[in-house]
Structures are given as structure tokens and as C-alpha cells.
């Protein structure tokens, strides 16, 4: 089939290395100093200026599943040692809209969750849900705080240490809403894993990106 329809990888665009090539899957997980309160520590794979971020940028844009799953395989295979050694409870997608599960056709951080719940075993819980509301594209760190209150809820009782699993992270926003509610239903301690984290965003005034941008 390569020879027919040769492969372009999502992140560069180099032919016939399939989906992800050698040289967009060559980043290995490493910890993150995030201000996030009550989150116990965080790993990203990848800077969003990356091969990888822009395969995950291109899997979200179109909708392409196939790429995503690629992204989500990488994730999984680099995760799962950090993973099974922090004796994780259940590992948790953060919760995406409806509407956006609607028009992409997946969510991924679901998929980046169950794919990494197959490599190491620990259970995936989506205990996390949320409503629909304005896009967080665009606002800054409070502005996403004020816009997601009241619309993300944890509805299952939990246990334990908990991993929170996103695509990307910007603001902290969302990592910041889910920790509160996951920490509220009964995780004794909550983590984070991502795959990218954003490294420009409001760089100069947001403590966050301040950390990230000094990985
Ligand atoms: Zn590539």
C-alpha cells in the first residue's frame, strides 16, 4: 500500500515513514513545574511547537482518528513505566463538549486515556463530564477559569491517586477545574499527563506558562 499511496507523516510531512515518523516520535516524558493548585505533579511529552504537536494539531483540525490513535500509541508506550510505578487508581480523561465530540468525531483525550489504560492496565474512569459553553480559544488563564465554572463536574465517587489526562496544555485552566472536582469527589491526590503544552502562550503575565516556557 506505501508504494501505491505512500504514508505522510502528520508532523512533518516526510513520505513513506508512516503516519509518525522516527524523527516526530523521538520525545521521551519528562516532569513540568506547573502552578496548578492541589495537582501533585505534571508530565508532558512534547512542546506544542513540535512534530508531535503538529500531528495532534492536524488529528484534531480534521478530525483524523487515525493520526490521533498514532499520537495516542506514542503517549502510551512513553507513559507506561511512570504510569504503572505511580500505582495509579484509574487514569482520567479530561472531559470534552458534546458538540466537539460531535464535530471531531472522537475525543482525544479519551482516546489518549483508554490507549494508555490498555499498555499498563490501570482502569480508565470518565468521571469527569462537562457542558457545553464558549470556546476557551483566545481568552486568558481567568477568562478560562470564569468560562469553565459550574461546567465541568466529577458525578463519580473516587478514590486514591488519580492521573488526569489531557491533549494540550495552555493556560492550566482546565487542569486547574478538574483538579478542584476531582479532589472534591474523594482523590486523595491527582496528577497530570499531557501530551504538549503550549510554550507562548501569554508568556509574559501567566505564572504557568512562565514555568513552561523554562522547560
Ligand atoms: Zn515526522
Known amino acids: ?18 503516519r ?3 524523527a516526530c516520535r523521538r520525545r521521551d516524558l519528562t516532569r513540568l513545574p506547573i502552578a496548578v493548585q492541589g495537582l501533585r505533579g505534571c508530565w508532558v511529552l512534547a512542546p506544542y511547537d513540535s ?15 487515525g493520526l490521533g ?3 495516542a500509541s506514542l503517549f502510551a508506550i512513553r507513559a507506561a513505566t511512570t ?20 464535530k471531531r468525531g472522537f475525543s482525544l483525550a479519551a482516546v ?6 490498555a499498555t499498563t492496565s490501570v482502569p480508565v474512569n470518565h468521571a469527569l463530564t462537562r457542558r457545553h459553553g464558549s470556546r476557551q480559544v483566545g481568552l486568558d488563564r481567568a477568562g478560562r477559569l470564569a468560562n469553565l465554572a459550574h461546567r465541568v463536574r466529577a458525578d463519580v465517587p473516587l478514590s486514591g491517586r488519580v492521573l488526569l489526562i ?7 485552566a482546565t487542569a486547574d477545574t478538574c483538579v478542584r472536582e476531582l479532589l472534591g469527589t474523594g482523590a486523595s491526590e491527582v496528577w497530570l499527563a499531557v501530551v504538549c503544552r503550549a510554550n507562548t502562550y501569554k508568556a509574559k503575565r501567566d505564572p504557568l506558562t512562565l514555568a513552561a516556557a523554562a522547560w
Open 112 to 117: 489518549l486515556a483508554e490507549t494508555l489504560s
Open 51 to 65: 512534530g508531535l504537536g503538529a500531528a495532534l494539531k492536524q488529528a484534531k483540525a480534521r478530525g483524523d482518528s
Open 166 to 172: 489531557d491533549d494540550v496544555l495552555t493556560t492550566g
Open 1 to 18: 500500500m506505501d508504494a501505491l499511496w505512500p504514508s505522510v507523516c502528520g508532523g512533518c510531512g516526510v513520505h513513506g515513514a508512516g
Open 20 to 22: 509518525l515518523c522516527g
Open 83 to 102: 504510569v504503572i510505578q505511580a500505582d495509579f487508581t484509574a487514569i482520567i480523561p479530561a472531559p470534552s463538549t458534546p458538540w466537539s465530540r460531535f
Open 69 to 71: 490513535q498514532e499520537v
